[in-house]
């Protein structure tokens, strides 16, 4: 069974973009069943330039990504969601939607890289790529279909601390 892991941060404009990038890219590399998604409560209808570069220079396919409403997430066609991570102090504090099957939530905040000045906005967007990518990584070290969601929400507020 897929692990389905939806990444929400109010715009889906580069931090929850970094983290389905870095998410997808290393669960393929490591064969790991797991499938992210990314969202936002208010998406501005775009993707930073910025994070597409960041994903392009490690190597990432940046084809298919943009910005769109977690209310995709909600409906009767919408994947199984069993992760919700939230990236941006924004999201956290936002009221979620009810998300079917009860998934195990965490809030792993990052600095939005677009308030960097504009000669340090590539450094940032970078940084930002790689602090997820390590977190993903952590997350994919431990059979996540295997658990059960109290173990998986013990792995993802270790992981918070990290």
Request: with cysteine; net charge negative.
């Amino acid at each position: 069974m897929t692990t389905n892991v939806l990444i929400l941060c109010t715009h889906n404009s580069a931090r929850s973009v970094l983290a389905e990038g870095m998410l997808n890219h290393w669960a393929g590399v490591l064969g790991k069943d797991v499938r992210a998604y990314s969202a936002g409560s208010a998406p501005s209808g775009r993707i930073n330039p910025h994070a597409l570069t960041a994903l392009q220079a490690a190597g990432i396919s940046i084809e298919g990504y943009r910005s769109k409403s977690w209310d995709e997430f909600t409906g009767d066609s919408a994947p199984d969601i069993h992760i919700v991570i939230t990236v941006c102090d924004n999201a956290a504090a936002e009221q979620c939607p009810y998300w079917p099957g009860k998934p195990v939530k965490v809030h792993w905040g990052y600095p939005d890289p677009s308030n960097a000045s504009e000669d340090q906005k590539a450094s940032a967007f970078e940084l930002t790529r790689q602090a997820l990518g390590y977190r993903m990584l952590q997350l994919l070290a431990h059979p996540l279909n295997e658990l059960d969601s109290s173990e998986v929400q013990a792995i993802l507020s270790h992981i918070s601390k990290t």
